[in-house]
């Protein structure tokens, strides 16, 4: 009997021992879905400024940490060059409804109408889910 015991047991241990890899694939992918990619459109108005930076992605944050954007009253096109240095990363910037993913070393552009003045966070994350937590940069639109 005890026997019996033990491969009923055996034998449900290894019918079931795929289920928690599945289950961590299956809401790994589902992160992502969860956060997709979002630009806002970048349609400017003829007369306005045109500002251009590069951020880095490096570890779990961006650098420069700090951007400064001057409008001079007027409308302001600003275009965020991102590279990321060896590992995959998310950037986002949310109240400007930002958010983007970078393979290992690719650069991307990002685009948007500074419209408002205000101090914005941003950040660099290799995560999806910490991602919302993770703004460590500050984009001061003046």
């Known amino acids: 009997m005890r026997h019996a015991?033990?491969?009923?047991?055996s034998y449900f241990a290894q019918r079931?021992?795929?289920?928690?890899?599945?289950?961590?694939?299956?809401?790994?992918t589902g992160c992502a879905m969860l956060f997709p990619e979002t630009t806002p459109p970048a349609g400017a108005p003829a007369e306005a400024k045109r500002l251009s930076f590069t951020v880095i992605a490096r570890g779990y944050r961006c650098e420069p940490a700090v951007i400064a954007v001057d409008r001079e009253g007027r409308s302001a096109l600003v275009k965020v060059t991102i590279r990321s240095d060896g590992a995959r990363h998310i950037f986002s910037i949310p109240d400007?409804?930002?958010r983007r993913y970078l393979e290992p070393d690719q650069e991307i552009t990002v685009e948007f109408l500074a419209e408002r003045s205000g101090v914005f966070d941003f950040g660099c994350t290799?995560?999806?889910?910490?991602t919302p937590f993770d703004h460590k940069?500050?984009?001061?639109?003046k």
Do not use: N
Not at 5 to 9: D, R
Not at 16 to 26: E, G, K, N, T
Not at 126 to 130: S, Y
């Open 16 to 28: 079931f021992r795929i289920w928690p890899l599945a289950f961590s694939v299956m809401v790994l």
């Open 126 to 130: 290799r995560f999806p889910l910490i």
């Open 96 to 98: 400007l409804e930002i």
């Open 137 to 141: 940069g500050k984009l001061a639109i």
């Open 5 to 9: 015991e033990k491969l009923k047991i």
